[in-house]
């Protein structure tokens, strides 16, 4: 049962096919990182322009991989939210358009719980019930997932989110965008304790977080330190470690909060190999049997894979409703308006 998946949410085109017996046939991406550098950051005029130029050749190049034709597609999913609406409708319109043509069901995925259900696409995927982070440049959130549809919000950043901070930290320090990832792999050549920035709200109760503070800080800090190489990358150490440590100890409180033993990690900043590392040394140290789950790195960032595995869960509830050629998106969207699906 083949589904075509779609996801145009921001900068990234993902066009993927997966099957529920043979799983990913066919996962095609383009980034438009190079359409975007030049700005500092995502215009969303012109990532939407780039997704109507690549989403229909990205199609016939996930139906070449897959070696399927249209006649083969079941359904056809596509991101409906959160994001960019102006980029978020040209995936909702072609796929619209592609399930009436072909007679199929089209399915509209919420953003956020495709990264959530990214690690099922992995060999060894979380049994549920499990706590998730959700860490990306637009979200930073736990949730408890006790099935698909069944998320309850335990706590969100009130300002900014983590993969937010870590862009613009990385342009204050000269770093070209996307900064994130660069900031990281400079970080590695960082002096430990050179610097110390707070772990913003972990002296307090509760599961929320906060990072404006924390990006403040940062500033003022290369501001007043005499800028080179080292100085830089003594920085970008103590802010990456100052965040993943946040979301450690927050995660700590989360899985002692609930009980829950399994940890999902989810998202773009989820890719970062710190992150990773801190997480599995939270749950050694924990020693109660615990693990922690990801998506493999390319799967961690916007994809279609991820979309079109939940287009392939929700699939059923979605059979006995006709496609139609109205499109609606929701550039905001809360988790947890989703509706339940009983597996």
């Not at 991101?79 to 007679?103: E, K, Q």
């Not at 961690?300 to 496609?323: E, F, H, Q, W």
């Amino acid at each position: 049962m083949p589904v075509l998946g779609i996801e145009t949410s921001c900068d990234e085109t993902g066009v993927a096919i997966y099957d529920d017996q043979q799983g990913l046939l066919a996962n095609q991406i383009y980034s438009q990182v190079r359409l975007h550098a030049d700005y500092g950051g995502v215009v969303p005029e012109l990532a939407s322009r780039d997704h109507v130029r690549k989403t229909v050749p990205l199609i016939q190049a996930a139906l070449l991989e897959a070696g399927l034709q249209a006649k083969d597609i079941n359904g056809v999913a596509y991101t409906a939210g959160p994001g960019l609406v102006s980029a978020l409708m040209v995936g909702a319109t072609v796929g619209c358009a592609l399930a009436y043509a072909w007679r199929v069901p089209d399915i509209a995925v919420h953003h956020m719980e495709g990264h959530l259900l990214a690690p099922m696409l992995e060999a060894n995927p979380p049994d549920f019930p499990f706590a998730a982070l959700l860490v990306s440049g637009a979200h930073t959130q736990l949730i408890a997932v006790t099935g698909i549809g069944e998320y309850q919000l335990l706590g969100e950043s009130i300002d900014d989110a983590a993969g937010e901070v870590f862009d613009k930290i990385a342009k204050l320090l000269g770093l070209d965008y996307p900064g994130g990832p660069l900031l990281s792999l400079i970080a590695q050549q960082g002096v430990a304790g050179r610097y110390t920035f707070p772990r913003p709200m972990t002296d307090r109760p509760g599961l929320n977080f906060s990072f404006s503070g924390l990006k403040t800080f940062a500033a003022n800090t290369i501001n007043a330190v005499a800028r080179n190489a080292q100085t830089d990358a003594d920085v970008a150490r103590a802010f990456e470690d100052a965040v993943v440590d946040t979301l450690a100890i927050k995660c700590r409180r989360a899985l002692d909060q609930t009980g829950l033993q399994r940890l999902v990690i989810a998202g773009g900043v989820s890719a970062n190999q710190t992150l990773r590392t801190r997480m599995k040394e939270m749950i050694e140290q924990r020693g109660k049997g615990e693990k922690v789950f990801y998506a493999r790195p390319e799967l961690c960032t916007d994809n279609g894979a991820m979309i079109a595995y939940v287009g392939m869960v929700r699939l059923p509830s979605c059979t006995k409703r006709k496609s139609q050629l109205a499109v609606t998106v929701r550039p905001r969207w809360p988790l947890e308006e989703l509706t339940t699906v009983r597996t």
